[in-house]
């Protein structure tokens, strides 16, 4: 009876695998969509004034930015984009009916272009800024999915050159490792 415990303990234990760790990246990646990723500020005072800020997501520019009734940056229907990617990246990754490499190279691709158009943006974004006087600052939103984009292509790469497996467990090997490492550090003992 103990045993039969034990095999399902096992069975219900989290594995931490690379097609996870890059689910959940992506994921991470849509509900940084809706997140601020620049402030805008045409104002001369401080940053932590609210009266002039404008605080410029994705989704806000997809609408285009208006100050006072003008509209001071027309909407940007291709920033949609940054959103259907991802989404279209993480229905790949629950589809089995593709190999590892395939979905690799497809979510790498997708995350390529996700990436380009997020720099785009917040260069022209930056651009717009400075043409109209005004400050510009990037949040640490836009940092974190950069990041996560990135990490997704580390990820990719790997699968796509060989060196991981899309069900690679990562706390087997990191774990193997340290174990090599810290018997590595023990000095043979020395003979007599």
């Known amino acids: 009876m103990n045993e039969i415990s034990n095999i399902s303990s096992e069975k219900k234990k989290l594995s931490v695998t690379v097609k996870n760790i890059i689910r959940t990246l992506t994921f991470c990646c849509v509900i940084l969509f809706f997140c601020p990723m620049f402030m805008v500020s045409c104002s001369d005072s401080d940053w932590g004034v609210d009266t002039d800020l404008i605080k410029v997501s994705a989704v806000t520019a997809i609408k ?26 993480l229905v790949f990754l629950f ?36 043409d109209a006087q005004c400050q510009f600052k990037t ?37 193997k490792k340290h174990l090599l490492f810290h018997n590595n550090d023990k000095k043979p003992p020395r003979p007599f």
Not at 95 to 111: N, R
Not at 115 to 129: D, G, N, P, Q
Not at 148 to 169: E, G, K, Y
């Open 64 to 89: 285009g930015i208006t100050s006072y009734g003008e509209t001071i940056v027309s909407p940007q229907p291709l920033l949609a984009l940054c959103l259907l990617l991802p989404i279209v990246a």
């Open 95 to 130: 589809i089995k009916k593709f190999t590892d490499k395939q979905t690799s190279a497809a979510v790498c691709g997708m995350t390529v272009l996700d990436l380009i158009i997020w720099i785009i943006f917040r260069t022209s974004a930056k651009k717009f800024a400075e």
């Open 139 to 175: 949040t640490g939103w836009y940092v974190i999915n950069i990041i996560a984009l990135l990490l997704i292509l580390i990820f990719t790469v790997a699968v796509l050159i060989n060196r991981l497996q899309m069900q690679t467990d990562l706390i087997s090997i990191f774990s």
